[in-house]
């Protein structure tokens, strides 16, 4: 499908029954012959892919981390919060030895690249004069090995951050296995660090996709519904859920599309796409606004004039707009 252009389809109802007489929200009730949504794998999704080895095994070996630690081929990043050592340009972190760095702080061992060894030193404050930058402020602009991680070391240092206290006993939790586990210190029960699932959907109905706006956003700022998912949910299920209660608009046929790790503080996205039963927009007013439905004629149109601001390159929404589009589009966060 070249982009902009519109496919051809013709939904034709077909009768599908389940073992209790009840069909599954989210699950195929036509028979499609449009274009099918994009494959799994098909767009290649900022932040998804493997750019390190996390070599598990050597959290737990006390001993090879000393040692490696104190190696000078050992590459370290500083964390602040959420802020890093960068390059002037933002477009690299500013990688640090051992020697170059306090004394204390919470070490991270993050995994190893090329035969060198990674890790990231939670401390409280910048510990050099050169630039630093949130983790959000040069996201778009590092290299993929760079990117990844501090995907992971970010997303690790704000579990510590979030995580001080047992949730059984109250009682301090101490790290172990080199950042990834906390134990408490009272009743030894232990915690892992956590990802929350949030699904992510491109809803398309024929030739149009449906975008929602937050009223906080600027004006013209429109992106692909999205929601945590409730515990006991399939991800399907959230999908169908989601989207009828922030637009009124009934999905089927929803398919998986891809994820994406997002640190801020600690989600997955998982990305769908999902086919409207309904067309009809009764926004909820409080997650979104306004929600509407664009052709590829007018996602591209308004996309050139800006009246239209698509989400920022590094995202799966962005991703999801695009595969469903057909190619790259104009303009972003």
């Not at 070249?2 to 209790?20: E, N, Y």
């Not at 602009?141 to 990117?147: G, K, Y």
């Not at 134990?183 to 959907?201: L, W």
């Not at 909820?284 to 308004?302: C, G, M, P, T, V």
């Amino acid at each position: 499908m070249s982009p902009g252009s519109a496919p051809m389809c013709v939904l034709t109802r077909v009768t599908v029954s389940s073992r209790h007489g009840r069909l599954a929200p989210g699950r195929r009730v036509v028979a499609v012959t449009e274009p099918p949504f994009p494959a799994p794998g098909s767009t290649d999704i900022a932040l998804s892919v493997r750019t390190h080895d996390r070599a598990g095994h050597k959290r737990v070996d006390a001993a090879w981390l000393t040692a490696t630690w104190a190696d000078p081929s050992t590459r370290i990043v500083p964390l602040a919060g959420t802020r890093l050592p960068v390059t002037a340009a933002g477009d690299a972190v500013r990688w640090h030895t051992a020697d170059e760095l306090p004394a204390d702080g919470l070490q991270l061992f993050l995994g190893m690249l090329e035969g060198a060894a990674h890790f990231a030193l939670v401390v409280e404050e910048p510990t050099d004069a050169a630039r630093w930058a949130t983790f959000r402020e040069v996201l778009q602009e590092l290299s993929e090995p760079d990117a990844g991680f501090m995907v992971h070391a970010v997303a690790l240092a704000e579990w510590h951050a979030g995580h001080r206290f047992c949730p059984r006993c109250g009682g301090r939790l101490k790290a172990r296995d080199a950042g990834h586990v906390l134990v408490c210190e009272q009743c030894a029960r232990q915690q892992f660090p956590r990802s929350d699932p949030a699904v992510i959907m491109m809803v398309t109905h024929g030739d149009r996709a449906l975008l929602g706006r937050q009223d906080r956003w600027p004006e013209g700022r429109y992106s692909t519904l999205a929601g945590f998912v409730d515990p006991g949910e399939s991800l399907e299920d959230a999908v169908v859920r989601e989207v009828a209660e922030e637009t009124g608009v009934r999905v089927t046929d929803v398919t998986y599309f891809g994820n994406q790790p997002w640190p801020f503080p600690q989600s997955l996205m998982i990305g769908f796409f999902a086919r409207a039963e309904t067309t009809e927009i009764t926004v909820d007013q409080e997650e979104i606004s306004d929600a509407r439905w664009f052709s590829r004629e007018e996602l591209k149109a308004q996309a050139e004039a800006g009246t239209l601001v698509l989400p920022g390159g590094i995202s799966i929404s962005r991703s999801l707009v695009e595969a469903w589009y057909g190619g790259p589009l104009p303009g972003q966060w």
